[in-house]
Structure formats: C-alpha cells, structure tokens
C-alpha cells in the first residue's frame, strides 16, 4: 500500500526557516519525481515544486522561486522541502504527492497519491 | 487568479446529472492531459479522472471526463449526497514547467 506521510510543519514567524518532510512506502520510491502541492486555508490547489527521480532536476513555482529548496535521499525514501525567508502568504497545508507514471515527462501525467499534509503557519 | 478556470460553485439535485468546466491554453489543456480531484471536506485530494477520461479503479462510472481543445470537462451523473466536495482540474504547464490548478469547484447536492 502506497503511503506518504508529511511532517515538519510548525508555526514560524515571517522571514523564518522550516523543513518539511515526506516519508514515502509501498513503492519503488527512486523510480518517480516527486511533487510538494501546497493549499492556503479555505483556497485551492497551488503546485509548489518537483524534483526528478535522480534529483538532478528540480522546477519550482515562481511564488516560491529562490527561497525554497526540495532535496530527496532515495536510500531512506524521503522527500525534503527547505523553506527559507517564509511570508505570511506561505501559510498552508503542504502535501506531498505521487505521480501516476514514472520516468518520461516530469510531470508523472497525474497524482495518484497525496499525504495527509503537514500545516505551516506563518505568523508573528 | 488561477491559472485553469473552473466556476466557484455548482449544484443539483440527487439524481441529476452536474457539470464542471475547466478552461486553460494551449500550453496547458491544449497540449497534456487533464486530471480531475475530488476533495472531501478535511481531507487530501483523491484522484477522480486521469489522462482527460480515464477512471482509477474504485471510482463510480457516474463520474466522467472529457476534453476538447483547450477546454475540459467533468460530468457527474445521478448525483448523490456524498459527492458534496470541492473539484479541482489540474494539467501540466509546458511554458510554466510546472503544473497548473484551477480554482476549485464547491459542488452543493441540494
């Protein structure tokens, strides 16, 4: 069974640093980018960024550009997001998030899979 | 502003059959396939519809996609209480390099 579990999130004050994880199971975890999709409360879906099953190739949403990093380590099947210089428009609930097919396109075509989340707060 | 339009709300009746429209351009709808996700109230996104009409096992064929263009869209058939959710279309950007949600639809079964 498919499983990704969020953690890290904590409320911050603006212009503070957080790191997120994703524990990913029950998939072969190296063979898939990976994906954090982030939702302000009460709003809708906002892609955050990806990063390529080797973790040679990273996109990030321009809202973020610059001040977050995703990282992943294959050999503990985990999936990081560093964010640094946080707004109070970053606050949100961060998901991390499979997609339905491996290799070719980055995109993986859909997600098949998301976490719980883990929620940011940004507030002073 | 979202980068796929879909309008904020939508309603019907148990039975009726509901539609959901997505708008986006040729970088995104026009050029890769759209997804559709089902949001409960409290919880994660669940993946409705792939590749523009293709259904995961386990979600009822009421629920159907469809594409045309740079437009897309969600049909929900014989309605029932528990489809009450938001609806989100989702399709990758190639100028963006990156995805791209539309707003979300609040679907109200009346």
């Known amino acids: 069974e498919v499983q990704l579990v969020e953690s890290g999130g904590v409320v911050v004050q603006p212009g503070g640093s957080l790191r997120l994880s994703c524990a990913a199971s029950?998939?072969?975890?190296?063979?898939?980018?990976m994906h954090w999709v982030r939702q302000a409360p009460g709003k809708g879906l906002e892609w955050v960024s990806l990063?390529?099953?080797?973790?040679?190739?990273?996109y990030y949403a321009d809202s973020v550009k610059g001040r977050f990093t995703i990282s992943r380590d294959n050999s503990k099947n985990s999936l990081y997001l560093q964010m640094n210089s946080l707004r109070t428009e970053d606050t949100a609930l961060y998901y991390c998030?499979?997609?339905?097919?491996?290799?070719?396109?980055?995109?993986?075509?859909?997600?098949?899979?998301w976490g719980q989340g883990t929620l940011v707060t940004v507030s002073s | 502003q979202s980068v796929l339009t879909q309008p904020p709300s939508a309603s019907g009746t148990p039975g009726q059959r509901v539609t959901i429209s997505c708008s986006g351009s040729?970088?995104?709808?026009?050029?890769?396939?759209v997804s559709w996700y089902q949001q409960l109230p409290g919880t994660a996104p669940k993946l409705l519809i792939y590749?523009?009409?293709q259904r995961p096992s386990g979600v009822p064929d009421r629920f159907s996609g469809s594409k045309s263009g740079t437009s897309a869209s969600l049909a929900i058939s014989g309605l029932q209480s528990e489809d009450e959710a938001d609806y989100y279309c989702?399709?990758?950007?190639?100028?963006?390099?990156?995805?791209?949600f539309g707003g979300g639809t609040k679907l109200t079964v009346l």
């Open positions: 998030a499979k997609p339905g097919v491996s290799g070719g396109s980055y995109s993986g075509y859909y997600f098949d899979y």
């Open positions: 029950g998939f072969t975890f190296d063979d898939y980018t």
């Open positions: 990063i390529s099953w080797d973790g040679g190739s990273t």
């Open positions: 040729s970088s995104n709808i026009g050029s890769n396939p």
């Open positions: 590749s523009n009409n």
């Open positions: 989702a399709a990758w950007d190639d100028s963006l390099n990156g995805w791209v």
